[in-house]
């Protein structure tokens, strides 16, 4: 019994090291030696994951070697990993991937579209701290894969674990909430007593990853929205331009008010980190609720700017909804629909300010889904249309708030040209009139 388990060991160990170098072979045939480094790498260092409330975690590196910290979250997302990592929503936080197997589709190349937005990112670079998954698939397959997972990860300087018990994180993160987290390299875990651990929802998030110039796409769309970025997703622009929209992307803190009439729309984006830190945007909105008369649309951190602006509270969920299956139901109809998210924060919303109403609610855990005005087109959606990754379901919003731009355009132009036929009708009257009053 002994020897047979003694040989069954030794052949399972002989044939692990066998299968390693047929691997390690078939990548340097497959991908070169930039894909044989990376596999070099995955085997060696470990690397441990300590939160703030005690735990450790230790795994196999597959990123950078670079210490990190930050807020600890789980996505229940199965796929889309290039898009979730480069989500600026993501900055400052590290993410585990509850989805078993991560990386074997390896990461796309950086084409852009038509209007110069990135085709398989929402940003230029990872966003997030680290990512932690339970098992890494060293060997990618993609048409249009140029880089392993772990390529990418050490090409922007992120460390990544593979290896560990990503359930019983979730199972942690779930019972004790979203934690600080500290990623750090060596042969022993730290203890968390001996780190330090950076609170990223104590900083404004926002101002790091929004942009510092104002940004044109499609100029020549019929018509013009403004985007105050919080950190915006590529395809959200991408979502308004390819429906005709001309598109003017602005830093966070942009006067808007100031130049409100050079445009037909207003749109405020996802964003990271706490919708609290963003003192001047929420003020830049209460004031356009009074003064831009025009259609606003927001999501998610946009859904929790604008209901702070309308007068509503947010508030920190234990530990969020991050993943592509969130059910919202839609209050104005009752119909369900399946929604991508990634959200730490929520509006409180059981008492609504006068003249707002809820307007989509979570089925699982009844937290706010969106606001909307009762008579004014002031919308806003928790979750996310543009869906990148995730179902397509609630793309019909962007549609929806595009016909509210135009109806409005059109009759704003219908009562200029009315104004105008009436002063003219005015001054003729005037010049006819003028004589006979002389004469009299
Ligand atoms: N995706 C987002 O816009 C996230 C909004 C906010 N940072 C939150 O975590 O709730």
């Not at 300010?353 to 307007?359: E, L, S």
Request: proline content about 5%.
């Amino acid at each position: 019994m002994f020897s047979v388990s003694k040989v069954g060991l030794y052949s399972s160990a002989a044939l692990q090291r066998s299968f390693q170098a047929v691997v390690r072979q078939g990548l340097r045939a497959q991908h070169g030696g930039v894909a044989a480094a990376a596999y070099g790498t995955l085997a060696a260092d470990p690397v441990h994951l300590t939160l703030k409330t005690g735990q450790t975690f230790s795994g196999r590196s597959f990123g950078a070697q670079e210490s990190v910290s930050g807020e600890t979250v789980f996505t229940t997302s199965l796929v889309g990993y290039p898009e979730s990592m480069s989500d600026p929503s993501y900055h400052g936080q590290i993410l585990v991937f509850t989805q078993p197997l991560i990386g074997n589709y390896g990461v796309p190349k950086a084409t852009r579209d038509e209007f110069g937005l990135l085709k398989y990112f929402e940003s230029e670079k990872i966003q997030c701290k680290a990512i932690v998954v339970g098992d890494y698939a060293t060997r990618y397959s993609h048409w249009n894969a140029v880089e392993s997972l772990g390529e990418w990860c050490v090409r922007h300087g992120v460390p990544a674990i593979s290896g560990v018990d990503t359930r019983a994180i979730v199972s942690l993160l779930r019972g004790q909430g979203s934690t600080l987290g500290n990623v750090s390299f060596g042969p022993a875990a730290p203890a968390a007593d001996n780190l330090e651990f950076m609170d990223p929802n104590s900083e404004n998030l926002v101002a790091n990853v929004s942009t510092k110039q104002p940004i044109s796409y499609n100029s020549s769309g019929d018509v013009k929205i403004a985007v105050i970025d919080c950190g915006i997703k590529q395809n959200i622009v991408r979502c308004l331009t390819q429906r005709g929209a001309a598109v003017t992307v602005l830093p966070w803190d942009y006067d808007f008010n100031a130049v409100a009439d050079q445009f037909d729309g207003l749109f405020i984006s996802n964003g990271p980190g706490s919708p609290t830190k963003c003192g001047p945007l929420i003020a830049n909105v209460r004031q356009a609720y009074v003064s831009f008369n025009k259609p606003i649309f927001g999501i998610c951190m946009g859904n929790q700017i604008m209901g702070l602006a309308a007068g509503l509270e947010a508030y920190k969920l234990s530990y969020g909804n991050r993943g592509h299956n969130q059910p919202a139901v839609n209050l104005t109809n009752g119909s369900c629909v399946i929604t991508s998210q990634n959200h730490g924060f929520a509006l409180k919303d059981d008492v609504m300010p006068a003249g707002w109403q809820r307007y989509f609610v979570n089925a699982n855990d009844g937290s706010n889904e969106g606001i909307r005005h009762s008579y004014l087109p002031f919308s806003s959606v928790q979750f996310h249309p543009e869906a990148k990754g995730g179902p397509e379901d609630t793309r019909y919003l962007f549609d929806s708030f595009l016909t509210q731009v135009r109806q409005a355009k059109t009759e704003r132009l219908h009562q200029e040209d009315y104004q105008h036929t009436l002063s003219h009708q005015h001054a003729n009257t005037n010049t006819v009139a003028e004589p006979i009053a002389a004469q009299a």
